[in-house]
C-alpha cells in the first residue's frame, strides 16, 4: 500500500533565473510573462521543485501527478519534456531538471528565493483549487471558495481557476458571489487547468463533466448558474437532474447555437465567420482578430476590457480547441429539455446583447415553465463589473436565492 504523499505547498512562490513558479496563481512566469504549461506539466514541475533538496522517484511522480492511476512512462516522459521546453532546457544540458538514470528526475536550478505569498491588499478571495475525474477518465479542475450555502456555476467558454480571480472579466463574479455562497465553479474540459488533449468533445460531455464535479464535491441539493453557452448545459442538468436542483439562475444564455437558429444566409455567414476567425487568428500575436470577439463580447468595454479580454483568450485554450468549442456551440439545441426543467428560474439577459441577442432569451423564457425574464441594461454579453447592469445581476439574484 503507498503511503499518501504530503501536499506541495499551496501558496508558494519560487523563483529561479527569469522564471518565477506561483502555485496560487496555478501560473508559470517568465521575465513577467506567462509561460504556457497543461495541468499536468505544471503539477510535475511544482513537486520537482517543492522537492529540489532530493531525487524524486517516478513512482512519486505517478502518485502525485495522476494519483496513483495507472499509466504509461511514456506519459511521464512526455512531461518531463514539456516541461523542460517550457523552461528552455533539454534532455542535454538538463539545466533545470535532471535526469537520474534508473530513479528519477531532480531539479537543480538556483532557486533565489521561496515563500508562502503572503496576502495582498484587495487580494483575490481565496480559493481551493482541487482536480477529478470525468466519467471517460478527463481530468477536471473545480475551485471552491467563499462560505455559505452552495452556488454551482455551469462551465463555460474562455475561464481559467488561477487566473479568473485577478482577470477583470471574471474577477467580480468571485468576488461577489463568493461572499454570500460557497461558490463552486469548474474549467470545462479542453481549458483553463482541465485537460486540454482530449481530441474531441460533445455537448454530452459537458453535461456528464458537471455530474462529475457535484459527485466529487457530494453536493446533494443545490442551485445552479449558467452563462452564454453554460446555460444550456445548465438546463440540461436540471432537467435531468431535478431532485439536485433547487433554483436555476441563466445570464446571456440561449437554447439554440448559431448554427441551430441561422435561417438567413447573414447569420450563416456570421456563424461561419467565427470559426474561421480561431482558425486564423487565435494563437497569432496579433490580436486583431481575437479583438472580434472582445468587440461580441463586451462592446461597451474599455481598452483595458480588451486586453483583459484578449489576455484571456490566449491563456484559456488552444487555437485548436478554440474552433471545437465553437463548433459544437453553434451545434447546441436544448429546447425539448428546457421545458422540462421543474425548478424555479430565473433568467436574465441584457437588453441589447451584441452576442447573443435579447429574443434567444425571451425563447428561454417561453420554453421554461416556472420562469421571470430580467433585461438588464447592457450592451455587453458578459457583464463588467462597473456597469449598472452588474449590480442589478447581484440585486436579482440575491433576491431570487432567498
Known amino acids: 500500500m503507498t503511503t499518501p504523499l504530503p501536499p506541495d505547498p499551496p501558496d508558494a512562490v519560487w523563483r529561479f533565473g527569469e522564471f518565477v513558479l506561483d502555485a496560487r496563481r496555478y501560473e508559470l512566469r517568465r521575465a513577467g510573462h506567462p509561460v504556457h504549461v497543461e495541468p499536468q506539466v505544471f503539477d510535475v514541475l511544482t513537486h520537482l521543485v517543492s522537492h529540489h533538496d532530493r531525487v524524486v522517484t517516478k513512482e512519486e511522480l505517478f502518485d502525485s501527478v495522476w494519483g496513483g492511476r495507472f499509466v504509461g512512462e511514456a506519459a511521464l516522459t512526455?512531461?518531463?519534456?514539456?516541461?523542460?521546453?517550457?523552461?528552455?532546457?533539454?534532455?542535454?544540458?538538463?539545466?533545470?531538471?535532471?535526469?537520474?538514470?534508473?530513479?528519477?528526475?531532480?531539479?537543480?536550478?538556483?532557486?533565489?528565493?521561496?515563500?508562502?505569498?503572503?496576502?495582498?491588499?484587495?487580494?483575490?478571495?481565496?480559493?481551493?483549487?482541487?482536480?477529478?475525474?470525468?466519467?471517460?477518465?478527463?481530468?477536471?479542475?473545480?475551485?471552491?471558495?467563499?462560505?455559505?450555502?452552495?452556488?454551482?456555476?455551469?462551465?463555460?467558454?474562455?475561464?481559467?481557476?488561477?487566473?479568473?480571480?485577478?482577470?477583470?472579466?471574471?474577477?467580480?463574479?468571485?468576488?461577489?458571489?463568493?461572499?454570500?455562497?460557497?461558490?463552486?465553479?469548474?474549467?470545462?474540459?479542453?481549458?483553463?487547468?482541465?485537460?486540454?488533449?482530449?481530441?474531441?468533445?460533445?455537448?454530452?460531455?459537458?453535461?456528464?463533466?458537471?455530474?462529475?464535479?457535484?459527485?466529487?464535491?457530494?453536493?446533494?441539493?443545490?442551485?445552479?448558474?449558467?452563462?452564454?453557452?453554460?446555460?444550456?448545459?445548465?438546463?440540461?442538468?436540471?432537467?435531468?437532474?431535478?431532485?439536485?436542483?433547487?433554483?436555476?439562475?441563466?445570464?446571456?444564455?440561449?437554447?439554440?447555437?448559431?448554427?441551430?437558429?441561422?435561417?438567413?444566409?447573414?447569420?450563416?455567414?456570421?456563424?461561419?465567420?467565427?470559426?474561421d476567425l480561431a482558425r486564423v487568428g487565435w494563437g497569432r500575436d496579433d490580436p486583431a482578430f481575437r479583438q472580434v470577439f472582445a468587440a461580441q463580447f463586451q462592446p461597451d468595454g474599455t481598452r483595458a476590457d480588451w486586453e483583459a479580454f484578449d489576455r484571456l483568450q490566449r491563456r484559456t485554450t488552444s487555437p485548436e480547441n478554440a474552433v471545437r468549442f465553437l463548433d459544437e456551440f453553434g451545434r447546441i439545441d436544448v429546447r425539448d429539455e428546457a421545458q422540462r426543467v421543474s425548478c424555479p428560474t430565473l433568467i436574465m439577459h441584457s437588453a441589447d446583447d451584441r452576442r447573443v441577442p435579447m429574443r434567444y432569451g425571451e425563447e428561454l423564457a417561453a420554453l421554461i415553465p416556472d420562469s421571470r425574464l430580467v433585461a438588464l441594461n447592457s450592451n455587453n454579453h458578459l457583464l463588467t463589473g462597473t456597469e449598472p447592469g452588474w449590480q442589478v445581476f447581484r440585486t436579482e439574484l440575491a433576491a431570487f436565492l432567498l
Open 78 to 275: 512526455s512531461r518531463i519534456k514539456a516541461a523542460r521546453r517550457a523552461l528552455g532546457d533539454d534532455g542535454e544540458s538538463q539545466r533545470f531538471i535532471r535526469t537520474v538514470r534508473g530513479r528519477g528526475y531532480q531539479f537543480v536550478g538556483t532557486l533565489t528565493e521561496a515563500v508562502v505569498a503572503a496576502p495582498e491588499q484587495a487580494s483575490p478571495p481565496r480559493q481551493h483549487i482541487a482536480f477529478c475525474r470525468a466519467a471517460d477518465g478527463v481530468r477536471l479542475a473545480y475551485a471552491v471558495a467563499g462560505d455559505g450555502p452552495p452556488l454551482v456555476r455551469a462551465a463555460n467558454w474562455m475561464t481559467h481557476l488561477g487566473y479568473d480571480i485577478e482577470s477583470p472579466v471574471w474577477r467580480h463574479w468571485v468576488r461577489d458571489l463568493a461572499r454570500a455562497h460557497t461558490f463552486i465553479r469548474y474549467d470545462e474540459r479542453g481549458c483553463g487547468l482541465s485537460d486540454w488533449d482530449i481530441g474531441d468533445f460533445t455537448f454530452d460531455d459537458w453535461v456528464t463533466d458537471l455530474e462529475s464535479v457535484v459527485e466529487a464535491l457530494g453536493l446533494q441539493r443545490f442551485p445552479l448558474l449558467g452563462v452564454s453557452q453554460g446555460g444550456a448545459v445548465a438546463v440540461a442538468y436540471a432537467a435531468r437532474h431535478p431532485e439536485r436542483v433547487s433554483h436555476l439562475v441563466l445570464c446571456g444564455a440561449y437554447a439554440r447555437g448559431r448554427a441551430v437558429r441561422a435561417v438567413g444566409e447573414d447569420e450563416k455567414r456570421a456563424a461561419a465567420l467565427d470559426l
